[in-house]
Every structure is written in C-alpha cells, then in structure tokens.
C-alpha cells in the first residue's frame, strides 16, 4: 500500500498533495489552504510537494513552504510529513523563468530551509534544467547541499533520460517528477516512467488530473467518467488510480485549493480498479 521515494528509505501514502494551487493566482484565502492540508492529511496522505516558486511574484517567494510549515505546526498528532519542495526558478513580475546558476540554488535552498523551518530538506528537487547553465553545475550544486547535510535527498523534475541518467552520476537521484495525466502521456513516449521504474526511482507525475485547465477534460472524459460511475468514485479517483496501477514507482501528487478536492483525491488510495477497468483505460490512454 505504501511507497518508498526511491533509494530513499522514506516510505509514503500513495498519493501525496500538491501544493501549487494554494499559493500561484487566484489562490484561495489562507483558512481555506490551511484547511485544504489539514483535510489532506487527515484523509491519509503524508506526503507533500511544493516549491520555493509556488506564489504569485517574487516579492512573494516561499509563500506555499510558509503555508505547510504552519499547516505542520498547528497539527499534534505527531506523524511524519515528508516536505519535497524544489529550486531552480524565479518569478519576476509573475513570470516562471529559469535559474540552475549554483549561486542561486545555494541560496534558494536557505530560504527554502527557513520557510518551511527545518534544518534538513527530506526532499530537494532540481526544479527544470537551465539552458543557460551547464546541467552538471546545476546538480552539482546539489550534491554539494545534500554533502553539506542541508537536503537529505535530491529528485530531479522536467528531465529527460539522457539528463536522468547524466545526473545520477554526480549524485544519488531518488525521484523524478515530469507531467504526466491521460492527456499527456509524454512521459511514456520519451521513455521516463520505465527508465524510473526500472531503475527503482520515483515517479512523482505533476498535474496528474490535467492541471488547472485540464482537469475539466478528465472531469467529463467519457471513459473516466463510466469507470467512475461503476465504482461510484470521481473521474478524478479513477485517473489517479489508474496512474497507480501503471507502475509500482508512481506517487501522484494531486493540487487542491479545496477541501473537496484534497478528500477525493486522497480516496483513491483505496480505488482497486479491475482488470477490465484498467484494460478499458489502456485502449482510451494508451501508454
Ligand atoms: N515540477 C513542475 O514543473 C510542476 C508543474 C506543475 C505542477 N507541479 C506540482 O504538481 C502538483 C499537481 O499539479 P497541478 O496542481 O498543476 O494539477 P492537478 O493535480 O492536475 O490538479 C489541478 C486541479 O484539479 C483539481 N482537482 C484535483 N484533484 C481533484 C479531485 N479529486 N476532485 C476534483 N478536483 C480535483 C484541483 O482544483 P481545486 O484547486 O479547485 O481544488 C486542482 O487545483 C502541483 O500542485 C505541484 O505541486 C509541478
């Protein structure tokens, strides 16, 4: 039932919670987001991704880390939270722009560290490559954190094989998380989920619903919604379901800005599709 985060040795709830919704535009008030967490953990999940750039500009950088570390704080029941939270970006007037420069993911990670009020990051992701900077500085700078004891593991997201594979031999990868949902199943065609998979690495698929304008072609994709039907569970539980069932390696991570939406996606966790469901599903999205 529970999945490791690669080499790692930490051990999660299936399906973990995005954190972007809560913090980019048209975000929701704050009580709102805290309760969104709240009801996400309470449901079951222990895991959460987020990201220095998960707020509105760069005057607001942290935001989302500021949110779960108060979110973890205000809670007393004592479980483990695995954070993964990521470096790499800028938001200049609302922007998303590149940084890999070492210089920068230094100091993004200290900031990191102080938002989310840890000293240790479990989990530190390379957010995208940087075209303007050399990939091996980039992760270099990375395996020089987690020697310094400030990540304790480093993931990798918007990569290719090639840069997959040329990372690994800087430092140990744990995980690699790319967009991947029933629309976009680009992460089978350039061969990522098997290099993952067959490799023991995580698989974490980003807009595994199909992001903020995509999730209302799963909410009434036909397919989805007849699976649904038959087992009286959201189009929604039945893609992240199926994204389970595709590969041991996969740790869907599901944004919510809604109580509703953190509580349905954490149910499906508890979704065993059919053979004949999932066969359905493989004719429609075929991987
Ligand atoms: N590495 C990257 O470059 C990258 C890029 C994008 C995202 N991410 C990460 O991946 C996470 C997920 O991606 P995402 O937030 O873009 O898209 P998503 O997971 O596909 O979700 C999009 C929206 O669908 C709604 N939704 C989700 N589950 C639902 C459910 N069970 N029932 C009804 N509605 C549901 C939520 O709406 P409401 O907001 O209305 O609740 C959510 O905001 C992000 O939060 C972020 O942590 C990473």
């Known amino acids: 039932m529970r999945r490791t985060i690669g080499s790692s040795g930490l051990s999660v709830a299936p399906i973990g919670l995005g954190g972007m919704p809560m913090s980019i535009q048209g975000r929701p008030p704050e009580a709102e987001a805290l309760r969104t967490i709240h009801a996400a953990l309470d449901a079951g999940m222990d895991f959460i991704d987020t990201a220095d750039v998960y707020c509105k500009d760069d005057t607001d950088i942290g935001h989302n880390e500021r949110l779960i570390a108060k979110a973890l704080r205000d809670r007393a ?74 990540i304790a593991h480093v993931g990798l997201s918007n990569v290719s094989v090639a840069e997959i594979e040329a990372a690994r031999a800087i430092v140990p990868i744990v995980s690699v998380q790319n967009r991947c949902n029933p629309f976009d199943r680009s992460a089978w065609t350039d061969g990522v989920v098997q290099y993952c998979t067959a490799n023991g690495l995580a698989f974490l698929p980003y807009s595994p619903v199909g992001g903020g304008r995509g999730k209302a072609k799963v909410a009434t994709d036909k397919t989805l919604v007849a699976v649904g039907q038959r087992h009286g569970v959201s189009p929604f539980q039945v893609t992240l379901a199926w994204l389970l069932a595709k590969s041991p390696v996969m740790l869907p991570i599901p944004g919510a800005s809604k109580v509703a939406s953190a509580v349905d996606s954490a149910a499906a966790m508890k979704l065993v599709l059919t053979a004949e469901d999932l066969a359905e599903l493989d004719r429609a999205f075929p991987t």
Request: hydrophobic share 35%; net charge negative.
């Open 77 to 150: 029941d004592g479980r483990s939270v695995v954070v993964a939270t990521k470096g790499g970006l800028e938001r200049p007037k609302g922007d998303w722009t590149t940084n890999g420069r070492p210089e920068h993911l230094r100091s993004a990670c200290d900031r990191s560290l102080a938002a989310l009020g840890v000293d240790q990051i479990q989990l530190y992701q390379l957010h995208a490559p940087d075209d303007d900077v050399p990939f091996a500085d980039s992760v270099g700078a990375l395996a020089e954190l987690r020697a310094a004891g400030k």
